[in-house]
């Protein structure tokens, strides 16, 4: 087995050789993960300089190879490694995970994270008590201290290399790492990103308070506005021989006016007219239905 | 908005990662069924912040002692254990049920802070978020311990369908890393959905919620229905009541008359007893006399206790709460057409504008 030689350490930016078709693996992270992984950051230990935890998900195989859907994660109460480095309590682990199978039976453990760029033999020392588990776990690796004003999310998995049949050592190989959303999870997260009127928000960091629908809209076409100057000016930029444009822009341009429906007048005023009586008809119910309901529970009151 | 309940506690502050977490638990789980878990986090300055959630477990056996475990196992990695309330997720309205009541009331005796999050995964489509944070007002708390459902009791305490549960302002809050990690992802492609919301939809969902409106109104009319005769039969146990209490009046008195002859006749014997020597038949005369006085005012002690006890007796009153918890629903439904129609209506206005000028 591999206990017998140890993996050569590798730097994050060597990126794993392209592997044969079939055989390529791709982690989709979904933004709970990150979230869950800084907060589990942000709360540690002071004495600790970084954390380690497990992910869970679904393995998902698609004709180019095997696709690692991570949606969910949980902390690790960590300990530092006698060789420095961060190893975790198996008991903590097979306790924490049995919780959550019972509650998501539909996912499993399938790699660790960690906020330590570094990957050496202690990692490889996590990788074997996870394989236990699971066959091929990887590694997701999320850089809090923001180096290069960045903060990066990277997988690994890893690779074995060897000849004669029997792997002889393995490394940590860079594998296509993606973020993808649900569209209530975006939809959450523009919210958080948007919230608030510009006279109440000092800053981005504050809290964001929860708009309201017209709010929303308010700000949707301000947005759709803001874009639709952004071209026009361009297009006279272009025109005044300022700038240069390619025919890429402009053929997206001119999709994206002839998606436009020509309407005819006639039709839309009748169009619009019935919708919005409708629109007043519905309103007009309901004031009744809720004047009538009103008007109901008030007389129970005085009954009797 | 002034909270009558816990004047400590103004507004929610939810942590992306619990908001997260609670949109990822209730849009898996299956079909129409409810999900629900538990708030986790912390109230300081008024604020409640809620800091993480996870979801109840499907087994409710053993969940206290899954409760137990979890808290201990987050308490090791600095993850805040108290809880603050529960989520649910529901749709728009329905999640005003006594059952909800329940819940929440059990968690504000428990907590007096506690608030409970109303999700509801169809709304959020097309940009908006449906998540509001609820709880119930002390003026509902207090008439709840009574568990008195007569429409009397409701009015004498003035409560309106609309007083049960009061709304608190929620803010969403994330900590400087991931604002970091936002302004990341936000330079990646398709995760804005900014425009979804410019999509004008069609009649369903004004059909959805009119037809949802309409079921409840049916349910107001039955229970009219059931409230006029539960109002008969009240009258009629009232009527009852009466009569039993005439009939005791009636005997009360007749026994009082028979008091009066007995002491009467009591008073001769005694009387005759002084004049003459004592004589045996007198004596038991005597007896008999006291004794028959006593029966008479043990029955009359009796039948006072009786007629205590029938105007005691609990008139049949229908209890009222469902009907509130309807009415109350009926107005959270057309509180939402409302705005949808606000929303239509601005969009058919501006389509208008558009096509005028090109």
Same mark, same amino acid.
């Given at each position: ?159 074995? +290399? ?51 629908? #017209? ?36 053929? @997206?341009?001119?999709? @994206?006016?002839? @998606? ?10 009748? #169009? ?6 409708? #629109? ?25 | ?211 949802? #409106? ?81 029966? +008479? ?42 705005? +949808? ?18």
């Amino acid at each position: 087995e591999m206990a017998a030689s140890p993996p050569l350490p590798s730097k994050p930016f060597f990126l794993a050789p392209p592997s044969k078709d079939g055989e390529q693996i791709v982690l989709k992270v979904h933004p709970l993960v990150v979230f869950s992984i800084l907060d589990h950051y942000k709360r540690r230990d002071p004495k600790q300089e970084h954390v380690i935890g497990i992910l869970m998900g679904e393995v998902n195989i698609t004709p180019q190879g095997k696709e690692y859907q991570i949606k969910n994660c949980f902390q690790q109460e960590s300990m530092e490694h006698k060789g420095g480095g961060l190893i975790f309590d198996v008991n903590y682990y097979q306790k924490m995970a049995t919780l959550q199978k019972k509650l998501n039976p539909k996912e499993s453990v399938i790699g660790w994270y960690a906020t330590d760029t570094q990957l050496d033999i202690i990692s490889y020392e996590v990788y074997s008590i996870i394989r236990k588990n699971f066959v091929e776990p990887v590694h997701l690796v999320v850089d809090a201290s923001l180096r290069d004003s960045r903060l990066s999310v990277d997988g690994y998995a890893v690779k074995k +290399m060897g000849f004669g049949g029997k792997a002889r050592l393995c490394q940590f190989g860079r594998v296509k790492t993606e973020l993808t959303a649900s569209e209530a999870a975006k939809i959450a997260l523009g919210a958080v990103t948007t919230g608030g009127t510009d006279s109440e928000r000092k800053s981005p960091f504050t809290p964001a308070t929860m708009l309201s629908e #017209m709010e929303n809209l308010t700000y949707s076409l301000r947005e759709l506005l803001h874009l639709l100057d952004t071209v026009s000016e361009y297009v006279d930029q272009v025109v005044a021989g300022k700038e240069r444009s390619t025919p890429e822009i402009g053929s @997206a341009i001119k999709d @994206a006016l002839a @998606a436009i429906p020509r309407i005819d007048m006639e039709m839309f005023t009748r #169009m619009f007219n019935q919708k919005t009586e409708n #629109m007043l008809m519905i309103l007009y119910l309901t004031n009744i239905i809720r004047t009538q309901v009103t008007l109901t529970n008030r007389i129970y009151e005085v009954l009797d | 908005m002034e909270s009558k309940t816990h004047p400590g506690v103004q507004e929610v502050q939810v942590d992306g990662l619990a908001l997260l977490q609670i949109i990822k638990h209730c849009n898996e789980s299956k079909g129409g069924a409810t999900a629900d878990g538990q708030l986790l986090g912390l109230e300081a300055n008024g604020k409640l912040e809620v800091t993480n959630a996870f979801p109840t477990a499907e087994n409710k056996a053993d969940y206290d002692e899954f409760i137990k475990e979890m808290m201990q196992l987050l308490d090791k990695v600095n993850v805040d254990n108290n809880t603050v309330g529960w989520y649910r997720s529901a749709f728009i309205g329905e999640w005003i049920t006594s059952n909800t009541i329940r819940v929440q009331y059990e968690f504000q005796n428990a907590i007096p802070e506690s608030v409970v999050l109303v999700y509801d995964p169809h709304t959020t489509t097309k940009g908006n978020l449906g998540l509001k944070a609820y709880r119930l007002s002390s003026h509902f708390m207090a008439f709840y311990k009574k568990k008195d459902w007569s429409h009397i009791n409701f009015a004498r305490h003035k409560i309106d369908s609309g007083d049960i549960f009061e709304e608190i302002p929620m803010k969403v809050h994330n900590s400087h890393l991931i604002h970091a990690f936002l302004y990341e992802m936000q330079e990646q492609d398709g995760f804005s959905c900014e425009f979804d919301r410019l999509d004008l939809g069609g009649d369903a969902p004004f059909e959805a919620n009119l037809k949802i #409106m309409s079921n409840s109104i049916d349910e107001l009319i039955q229970d009219q229905g059931k409230f006029k005769s539960s109002q008969k039969g009240v009258k009629r146990v009232r009527d009852q009541i009466q009569h039993q209490l005439a009939a005791v009046q009636q005997q009360m008195a007749s026994i009082q008359q028979q008091k009066a002859t007995v002491e009467e006749q009591l008073r001769k014997v005694r009387e005759q007893k002084k004049e003459e020597e004592t004589n045996g038949n007198e004596i038991s005369k005597e007896e008999k006399l006291t004794k028959s006085k006593e029966e +008479m005012e043990g029955k009359e002690e009796w039948l006072k206790k009786s007629k205590e006890e029938l105007l005691k007796k609990p008139l049949p009153y229908l209890p009222r709460l469902d009907a509130y918890l309807t009415s109350h629903k009926i107005g959270h439904y057309s509180a939402k057409v409302k705005t +949808m129609i606000g929303e239509n209506m601005a969009k058919m206005f501006e389509i208008d504008a558009l096509n005028s000028e090109l």
